[in-house]
């Protein structure tokens, strides 16, 4: 794994077009994205010197973008490139990406009209994966008492800088002790994780949650859907409940931080036979396989 700066050992943060040490990597406090977390983000990941699904991920950031009326002041193209510098600058193969597109510098108030400059800030780190038992053995979710954000208030599917919702699902999940929150609509239908999409198996058929219940259409899901097809495992989109995930084969989350993490009990209830299930191992490898044998050339 890489991540040496040239500069003194720290690392080099793009901050509107110029890559700066860490320690001088700062926005205004007048920034509406720390005001009201006016703004979008996305996590994007790199695998030996190559980024996974980098134009799925800076597509899906100007789709968030336009939907809370933001203009990126950059294109896509360009964009690319910011990532594909920073990630040179620091000399790194693997890492984490975050780019974080604020409203910008504006007054106390609210009007996103007062704030004439988005900030476009990328910052790659050394990446921070589960402990590798996390895998192996699986972990323990409960479902949270928080439900995820109704679309009709701010919809799931734009990534936005506010995060409160799946904070509060994190915090529920920690007190009880347990690794990960299962987070259910508005209606009490199965959503998501607090940053993660869920699928069951059930039958040797993968089931999900459709879209439309409010979720953030994961890239990771979407490349799960497709290794099912390539391994001919049926997969659906499904309206679930609590009932389904705790009846289930199996279970597992899916992230570009966590890749394919199985879940092995919820709400203190075994799923399967307790340990993570075969199809899901057949996932895990096949995604680890292909992260290293696809994406976009860093250098
Ligand atoms: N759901 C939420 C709420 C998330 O924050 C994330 C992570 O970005 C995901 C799902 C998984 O999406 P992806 O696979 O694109 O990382």
Not at 142 to 170: D, E, G, H, M
Request: charged fraction near 25%.
């Amino acid at each position: 794994m890489g991540g040496q700066s040239e500069k003194e050992g720290e690392l080099l943060i793009y901050i509107n077009g110029a890559l700066v040490p860490k320690s001088e990597a700062k926005i205004s406090v007048f920034d509406h994205g720390l005001l009201y977390g006016d703004g979008v983000f996305e996590g994007i990941r790199a695998y030996g010197g190559k980024v996974f699904r980098l134009e799925e991920h800076i597509d899906r950031l100007y789709e968030s973008a336009h939907c809370i009326w933001l203009k990126i002041p950059m294109t896509k193209e360009e964009m690319q490139q910011a990532i594909l510098q920073t990630l040179r600058a620091n000399c790194f193969k693997d890492a984490y990406i975050r780019v974080v597109v604020t409203r910008g510098v504006g007054d106390l108030g609210l009007d996103p009209w007062r704030c004439s400059n988005p900030s476009v800030i990328i910052i790659a780190d050394r990446i921070e994966v589960f402990p590798s038992e996390f895998y192996e053995r699986g972990i323990e979710a409960i479902i949270v008492s928080t439900r995820r954000n109704s679309p009709q208030a701010l919809n799931p599917a734009i990534k936005s800088l506010n995060y409160l919702n799946n904070i509060f699902a994190k915090i529920e999940a920690k007190v009880a002790g347990k690794q990960e929150a299962i987070m259910l609509t508005i209606d009490g239908y199965v959503a998501e994780g607090s940053g993660e999409n869920i699928f069951i198996v059930k039958n040797g058929c993968l089931h999900t949650p459709p879209a439309y219940m409010g979720i953030l259409r994961g890239i990771t899901r979407g490349v799960v859907m497709e290794l099912a097809c390539r391994f001919n495992i049926p997969a659906y989109e499904t309206v679930l409940t609590a009932r389904d995930l705790y009846t289930a084969d199996e279970c597992f989350l899916t992230g570009t931080g966590a890749e394919i993490v199985p879940i092995v009990a919820i709400d203190g209830r075994p799923i399967g036979d307790g340990k993570p299930g075969r199809i899901t191992r057949q996932l895990m490898e096949a995604f680890r396989e292909l992260t290293l044998n696809e994406g976009t050339p860093i250098y």
